[in-house]
Structure formats: structure tokens, C-alpha cells
């Protein structure tokens, strides 16, 4: 009989990822139907395969954690994800993250046909994407912590700094962690201030899961929470822009988190904070609509720096 080997391995993988999974559950994920799937576990477990069935309520197949799977092997599509996911984690700012990453890319260069290996390159050369900002990292094990701590729900102890760097000691219950606008952010009640809080994780210094849990807010908004937050922050730069234009058609143009937005008779006033200047006009030379720059004055040399180094690309070609 037939057993195609991409349908054997999915089986493999798919009770390699789980603990244990019903014949309906994999015949569900590989559609196909019920006796097909017998048929691949019978055909496995014939190959030497360790799969053991589980009966009962909560019963189906089972792997032997202690059996290794063969080298993995990857679809045209597994790789484009695989390769643009690597590509966007060199910008998640966590320290160690994008050399961890190119050793990845190297590691699956190295095992996969020629072909695969130049789409990947033109993948590297033909995407483009916003420069890294240099202003801030953060520890990935802070990251890590943070988020067992918020997938326990147990209570964290932080040691955190301000915007001035002047540091502070508190009990805080993490409800979500957010990445957003190129930042981390853990979201939760702090109980030196009794109130809803928002920190940015690269200016906590230390955190300590505590053994004290805690009950999530039911319809928590958490990304909410963090736009408004942004929103209000006093940042280094505010920059003023004048659409022409409907507030909504001007809300659908810009992300949420960055900008607060006022009526006016001439037209919708926008601002927009950011802590880095130039980025922000290579922000604004990308952006669509009738809208003219009013400030700060400083925009105008940023503006100016930016088109400056495109035209030297430019000419350089």
C-alpha cells in the first residue's frame, strides 16, 4: 500500500509538538479521514516507530518523548515563513537576539537545496525594511520571565527606572506583555500606585516571580491600554502634522498608538511623539494624504538629513 512520506512525518510532527492527540484531531489537521490516519500510525509503528495508543475519555496516540525525529524537513512555504520570521526577530531589540538569528539562517542554508538557499537571498536583498533603532535593548530573559509570570499570573516583584533613571521597588500583577511600535511593554496593576500601569520592559532592571496570584480583569484590553499610554507619554520630540481630510480617513493612515488627534477649521492636527527625531521623518516620508509639517523646526533639518542620504544612494547606483 501507498503511504506518502510528507504525511508520514506531518503525522510525526504534529504527536511530536503534542502530548497526546485523537485520530479525529490529526485526521482534521492532515484532511483526511479516520481510517486513513489508523492506517499512517499502523504503517509507523510497523517502521519501529514508538506510538502508543491511549485509551479511555482522554485517549488517542501518543509518541515516546525519548524518540528523536529525523532532520526536519522544510516546504518552499515553511521556509519563506521561517526566513521573514528571522528576519523580523533581529528587530525585537532583545540582546543577543540578531546574532542568535543569522546563526539560525546559516544553520538552515547549510542543510537545504541550492535553490531554497538563493530564494533566501533574494528574500535578504529585495525586502526592505525600517533600520533597527540603536536608542534601547532590553535582556531577553526579562522577556521570558515577564511572560511565564504573566501566563501564570503570578505576581512579579520589579526593580524599574524611570525616564529620569531614578529607580524604584514594586509589586506589580502582570496582565499582559505588548509589543508594539518597535517597543516591549508589560501591562498590570502596580500596587505602589494602586492603579493600572504601563512599563516599558527595557527599563526594568530586575524581575522576581512571586508566589502570589492574582485574578486577570475580565475583557482586559491590554493593547488599549498601551496605545493610551504612548499616546500621553511626554517624549523627547512632539511633531505636528495638518491633515486635509475626514478624521477617519486620517485615523486609517496613521497607527493608533502613536498619534492624538484634534479638529480643527483648517483641518485635523495631529501629533505624534517619538523620542528619535529622524526616524520620525523617515515616518513622514512615507505616509499618504494632503498634510504639511508645522513642527517642531528641528523637523525641517531631519527631513532634509534623510532626503540627503537617499540621494546619495541614488546617486551612487
Known sequence: MYYPSTRLFSVLELLQAHQTLTGSQIAEKLEVDGRTV??????????????????????????????????????SDEILALTIGLMFARRLHLVGITAASERAIHKIERVMPQRMVEQMGVLNNVIE?????TWYSMSADIVLEASQAVHDQKSVWIQYGDRERQGTSRKVDPFALVFMI?????????HLREAIRTFRVDRIQSLKQLSVGFDKPAEF???????????????????????????????????????T??????????????????????????????????????????????????QKLIDSM
Request: net charge positive; aromatic share 8%.
Open 38 to 75: 489508523r492506517r499512517y500510525i499502523t504503517r509507523l509503528q510497523e517502521l519501529g516507530i514508538p506510538i502508543d495508543t491511549v485509551k479511555g475519555r482522554y485517549g488517542g496516540y501518543r509518541l515516546d518523548q525519548r524518540f528523536k525525529l529525523p532532520p526536519l524537513i522544510f516546504q
Open 182 to 190: 518597535g517597543m516591549w511593554y508589560l501591562v498590570g496593576h502596580c
Open 261 to 310: 488627534y484634534e479638529q480643527r477649521p483648517d483641518g485635523i492636527l495631529v501629533k505624534i511623539k517619538s523620542p528619535n527625531i529622524d526616524q520620525m521623518a523617515r515616518f513622514i516620508l512615507r505616509l499618504e494624504g494632503d498634510f504639511r509639517v508645522l513642527g517642531p523646526p528641528e523637523m525641517g533639518d531631519a527631513l532634509q538629513r534623510v532626503i540627503g542620504q537617499t
Open 221 to 259: 484590553d491590554a493593547q488599549r491600554v498601551v496605545e493610551d499610554a504612548i499616546a500621553r507619554t511626554p517624549n523627547v520630540w512632539t511633531i505636528q502634522l495638518l491633515f486635509q481630510g475626514s478624521l477617519e480617513e486620517v485615523r486609517a493612515i496613521l497607527p493608533k498608538a502613536v498619534a
Open 129 to 133: 525594511m525600517d533600520p533597527p533603532e
